[in-house]
């Protein structure tokens, strides 16, 4: 049986208040928040993150990655292939882009599902707007990963697609020319009216192939920019009211690509078993995908679920601009650092990406950064690979560098002590002073640590580790 074998949501840590926004642009009081992905995170790495999560726990390596967002950090060059070697996947394993607009996603899904192989579907996006825009306050930056292939003891099949249907058609709703830091959208009362045709009929035409009716739906999600179309679907479905599940976006907002992802992780963490799903996602047409939960759903839990990711940290709406490139600050008056060269980056490429370090075979000390000579007991040659992402750490030593170059200052520096061995140096993520000491329990974290040339330079940081993953 083939069909869902793992899913996770990944959400930043950061969080604007609609409320900042209104008071800064004098608009209307606005509620709630949305999520924020920081200064050194962007599609690639809020993939990283949730592809992470998702083969944690797992005896499945895919063979094929497929990454969806609607914002590639890269044109021109394969963005997957980066997410490929953060996860240290091996090299006979394809990775490609489906990049565009956010549909892009719910092909990515279906590839996925309809592939003969183990495959990886990574969807992520940060949504952006003009300043006081609504793309601005309802948008959300987010990731989810699905992981698609024939079940294992030890990582079984979760839910199975059953049947799927779509519609499409060519109108004018949203759209972004490249180079473009916004979107255009036409006004909703159009879209509504175009959005409900398109939707009932991709809706009843899976439901029909997989023998159902709408009250025999036990979990609706209904995902898309198109906020009052959504809205309007969710209410005309036909589906009970208590099946249709919630979108959380009030404190995320609307994470585009990575929503449809998002929203299935939530609806399977709370799924019984032998229950019926059905996402429709509604984008330059809709489509519809009918699920059915395994008895091993309740097995499969995310390791760190979305309900525990909704809290974050505020952050003030003028670091959300600069961020964003919307503001313009003067940066630190100091050299920026220099672009990474391409042969190092090749040599260095698993520790770089994949965060590996050496184990000796002679005594058992881990080395971090790799290097040919123990430095325990002197033994040369001997190492052997020993990836330390996934392994947590305790802040040994840190210090608050108010001088680096740092779009977030200050920088905070820690000295980590990883579980089993290993030392190392590196930048604090998703903290102020005030959130670390010595003793604090740290995780590594894949993040741009800053772009240079038209370079970006992507490596890992430590983060607070709030939330304890399960083994």
Known sequence: ????????????????????????????????????????????????????????????????????????????????????????????????????????????????????????????????????????????????????????????????????ASTTDEFLERWRLPGDRASRIWEERFSEHVFSRLADEAFAAALKAADLTPAQVDHLVVAGLAGRSVQQFRKSSGVRPEAIAPDHSSVIGNSGAAQVGLLLSDVLDRANPEETIVLVHLGDGATAIVLRTTADVEGGRSPRPLAAQLAGTDVPYASFLSWRGMLDREPPRRPEPDAPAAPPTLRSSGYKYGFHGLVCGACGAVTVPPARVCYACGEVDSMAPNPLRDVPGTVATLTVDRLAYTPSPPMIAVVVDFDGGGRFRCELADASPDDVAIGSRVEMTFRCTGSSHGVHNYFWKARPLRTRLED
Request: charged content about 20%.
């Open 1 to 164: 049986m083939r069909g869902l074998l793992r899913h996770a949501a990944y959400l930043p840590h950061a969080r604007l208040q609609r409320e900042e926004i209104s008071s800064v642009l004098g608009l209307a009081s606005l509620r709630g928040s949305r999520s924020v992905a920081s200064y050194d995170e962007d599609a690639t790495t809020l993939a990283v993150e949730a592809g992470r999560l998702t083969l944690r726990g797992s005896d499945i390596q895919p063979t094929r990655v497929y990454f969806a967002t609607s914002v590639p950090p890269y044109l021109d060059k394969t963005n997957a292939s980066v997410v490929h070697a953060a996860l240290g996947l091996d090299r006979s394993a394809l990775a490609v882009d489906m990049g565009g607009a956010p549909r892009s996603a719910v092909g990515a899904v279906l590839a996925g599902a309809d592939a003969s192989v183990e495959t990886l579907v990574l969807l992520s996006d940060l949504r952006t707007g003009l300043p006081g825009s609504s793309d601005e306050r309802e948008g959300g930056d987010a990731a989810a990963a699905l992981l698609f292939g024939a079940g294992t003891a030890q990582t079984p099949v979760l839910a199975t697609i059953v049947a799927s």
